[in-house]
């Protein structure tokens, strides 16, 4: 892909939140930029502290959550516009909000309607003040914490989580149920009670975002359909463009690609 006016930098988060959230993202751009979003395997929440974002031509607010997503969605951003995101783990994000994750698959919702929304005032007060990435990391780490309502750990879901992305992807429900020792059906309620999606559409992402990798490694596609475990070249190609809503050649070819 072609070089972008994006800049991207990467936050670990705290001990405490280590359990519930993967990593937080400030991505910053110097110019308009239009990009594709591939899905990705968890819920997302953002925080804009400058500038203007479109999403699939509808303004977005200053702070929302995003759940696991299926299909593609292709972003606006303004001249200057930049964004804090906190990537919640599978199962991290029903730790603070209030809306079953099950409701926001393949959906976004203002952050007002998950939180209180004088403490969501504060910190994206805090966000647009603070002098560097760093200091709008730790005041969302502290907003978080306020928020902070740890459900009961479900092993099953756990396990699942592990076993789909050990094998990227490519596997069958029914046989991973099997392993685990439950009903498919089990498996599938309680799995999408967590997670927020089937486990099916959960490794389906999963094994798109290996792809992702594969090819950014420098993979041809025929290498990758093989790795990835797909029959053929062909069913790669479809199942991307079911995700990606083009075929893999476009969309590493295009600079609007956002991976």
Known sequence: MQQTQMRTESFAPSPTLRPFIQRFIVVEYSAGQTTKLLPGAGIVAAFRFKGQCLINGSSAPNALVTGLLDQARVLAHSDGCANVIAMFTPTG???????????????????????RSSHLTLIEEQLAGSPDNAGRVKRLEQFLLTELRPPRTDSLVAAAVAGIHRLRGSLRIAALAQVLGFSQSTLERRFYSAVGASPKKFASVVRLRYVVRLRKGGATFTNIAHAAGYTDQAHFIKDFRRLAGESPESFFRSSTGFC
């Open 93 to 115: 994000a029903a730790a603070f909000l209030r809306e079953p994750v099950a409701n926001l698959f393949n959906g976004a919702m203002p952050f007002e309607q998950q939180v």
